[in-house]
């Protein structure tokens, strides 16, 4: 028996929810589209948007026949087998191959595409849940446009929704339920963008209480399918790089709310790791005590594990966001790197150069800081050509600015 979203699921453009930038009237997607010269496309975005959907549609505007492959449990044989369809009675009026997860094709399979979607024997709709131009190999990507789906607003997911549930309604024969219409905002709502995922929530709410729902249940039915967080696909780095700048732009509740979309998803390792660079990167020398805290706060919460390893990555994350910030760090590497990658400085002056390799007097001229006052004394570090580079900015906080008076005074 097919599941309510396959029930629903639309047959034209005019009927499918979300992706209006893609899919209204007159938008370059669908003139394409209507006019039947199909490309070979990539579609990337969250799970639960209409690109299986879209794809559908797709074929049948253009009366060819689809195949749907998924790339986590198809072989090249099964790639081969599609391909060879395009010289059968199937394969008159074209295939269209949609291939989902396509990330998951080794270069050698995703080559073996290549073939047919050159001399126009299928047209590929890949599908990914990842940046496509981290995932998939330049070669497809440079025969393909690239087209993004987009989480889909609550609002939207609602349209959805209602016809759905006239559909269990009638199949049930159940009277109508008095809070319908605000079960269906809260799991519109709940859903995270998702419209196939708000599908499900709302079948299983109605079998679990024979149609007569509440909002209580939507809550039973949002835990039993876990909390949405692709850890392998694009929302997984959002959440991070929310996380990261929240921190960076002191803004302690945004970072603990994207902190807790990270934990209750079930990640811990990536996090800890994100919340360590914060430190260095962030905070680093305005604060530098706050590196080896942080350090310690990530080691107890890998030790103990989660749900109580949000405890110190919580104060972790708190006291980043409200410590002072400064990048000078961060900034001073990428200075003194675009250099090196320029080819500057390969020679090291000779009087700085290991003291056992063969180099007659190389360290006659070296002075050694410890036996002069104060431990310094002025002497050329860089090699000859960026001898008089600066790299290191002090920072405007106290930490850095009190480093920044020690040294006047002394190097004066």
């Known amino acids: 028996m097919p599941s309510l979203a396959e029930k ?13 930038h893609l899919i209204n009237k007159g938008s370059l997607f669908r003139n394409v589209i209507e006019s039947g010269n199909i490309p070979n496309m990539i579609f990337y975005g969250p799970p639960g948007t209409g690109k299986t959907t879209v794809a559908e549609i797709i074929a049948k505007s253009s009366n060819r026949t689809i195949r749907k492959l998924n790339a986590t449990t198809c072989s090249l044989a099964d790639v081969k087998a599609v391909c060879e369809e395009t010289g059968s009675v199937f394969g008159e009026s074209g295939i269209l191959l949609y291939l989902d997860e396509i990330q998951y094709f080794n270069k050698k399979q995703q080559q073996s595409l290549l073939e047919y979607m050159e001399d126009g024997r299928i047209t590929l709709i890949g599908a990914t849940t990842e940046n496509p131009y981290h995932a998939i190999y330049a070669a497809v990507l440079s025969r393909s446009s690239i087209f993004e789906f987009k989480a889909v607003d609550s609002d ?85 790089s929310a996380l990261q700048k929240s921190v960076r732009g002191s803004d302690e509740n ?119 006052p104060n431990h310094y004394v002025k002497q050329q570090y860089l090699p000859d050509e960026i001898k008089n580079r600066v790299y290191y900015e002090y920072g405007e906080n106290k930490t850095e600015q009190a480093a920044k008076a020690y040294w006047e005074k002394i190097k004066k």
């Not at 629903?8 to 209006?20: C, L, M, T």
């Not at 024969?173 to 319908?180: G, L, M, Y």
């Not at 390792?269 to 660079?277: A, E, F, G, N, Q």
């Not at 989660?306 to 994350?317: G, K, N, Q, R």
Request: with cysteine; proline share 5%.
């Open 254 to 372: 945004a970072a603990l709310f994207y902190l807790a979309r990270l934990l209750e998803g079930g990640d811990l390792l990536s996090p800890c790791r994100r919340i360590m660079i914060m430190a260095c990167e962030d905070i680093g020398l305005a604060y530098p005590q706050a590196i080896p805290i942080v350090k310690a706060c990530v080691d107890i919460a890998l030790q103990v594990g989660l749900p109580e390893a949000s405890l110190p990555l919580s104060d972790a994350v708190i006291l980043l966001a409200t410590a002072p910030k400064s990048n000078s760090g961060h900034d001073a590497y990428a200075r003194a790197a675009a250099d090196v990658r320029s080819g500057l400085g390969v020679r090291v002056p000779d009087y700085l150069r290991d003291s056992t390799q063969p180099s007659a007097n190389k360290n006659a001229d070296y002075k050694y800081p410890h036996v002069f």
């Open 156 to 240: 939207e997911i609602a349209k959805a929704l209602y016809p759905g549930y006239e559909i269990l309604k009638n199949e049930y024969k159940t009277e109508e339920c008095a809070d319908i219409d605000a079960v269906i905002k809260e799991i519109a709502y709940r859903c995270s963008g998702d419209v196939r995922r708000a599908v499900g929530t709302l079948e299983l709410c109605f079998l679990g209480t024979s149609g007569n729902m509440t909002v209580s249940d939507v809550d039973s039915a949002i835990s039993s399918f876990g909390l949405k967080m692709d850890k392998d696909g694009n929302e997984h780095y959002d959440l991070l």
């Open 8 to 20: 629903i699921r639309p047959h034209s453009f005019d009927e499918v929810v979300g992706q209006k």
